[in-house]
């Protein structure tokens, strides 16, 4: 499966007309068939067992990783087929920008998950935490290192009072 997106590129740059291309290194399995009715972030997935199949040609990439606790999944949205830029997200009721928001019908349908790694074996990941539906294309893995992201004068704009709803809320027709 690949994913390609036309680019054009300008004196050594890329803009919109050649080509980015991402090939899935795996695949992330989960107990969610189905996007609706699934946990809208991974507060809300508390210890939901999933596992990452990895390509066996990318085996060799794992080495070390059993030594965090976390990592940063990045997918592809697969079901996701169209967007809007503006939407009306599950904390909300009122539209927002998508890029203010981190709703899967994007632009380039990329999700972002951070999961607890509970142990590998061989080429497939046990994770936990898991609020990604059941076949979707894995894009990349990176450890999560809590000293590289900024912890304080974290603004949250809208959500900032809606947040601690995110356990509550399940996905809908709007995925």
């Not at 009715?37 to 990439?61: C, F, H, S």
């Not at 894995?138 to 999560?144: A, H, N, T």
Request: aromatic fraction near 8%; glycine fraction near 6%; charge should be neutral.
């Amino acid at each position: 499966m690949n994913f390609t997106t036309p680019v054009k590129k300008t004196a050594g740059k890329l803009c919109d007309m050649d080509t980015i291309e991402f090939h899935p290194i795996g695949v992330i399995h989960s107990p969610y068939s189905n996007p609706i009715g699934m946990p809208i972030q991974t507060q809300g997935a508390k210890n939901t067992p999933g596992t990452i199949t990895l390509n066996e040609q990318y085996k060799e990439g794992l080495l070390d990783l059993d030594g965090f606790s976390h990592l940063i999944l990045l997918y592809h949205f697969h079901l996701s087929k169209e967007y809007k830029l503006t939407v009306k997200p599950y904390l909300d009721d009122v539209p927002h920008g998508v890029f203010a928001t981190r709703a899967p019908k994007r632009p380039n349908p990329i999700g972002l998950s951070i999961v607890r790694l509970e142990k590998i074996e061989d080429t497939v990941l046990h994770i936990l935490d898991v609020d990604i539906v059941d076949g979707t294309p894995l894009l990349d893995i990176k450890p999560y290192v809590p000293q590289f992201n900024p912890s304080s004068s974290i603004r949250s704009g809208w959500l900032t009072d809606k947040a601690s709803f995110a356990t509550e809320k399940k996905s809908d027709t709007r995925i």
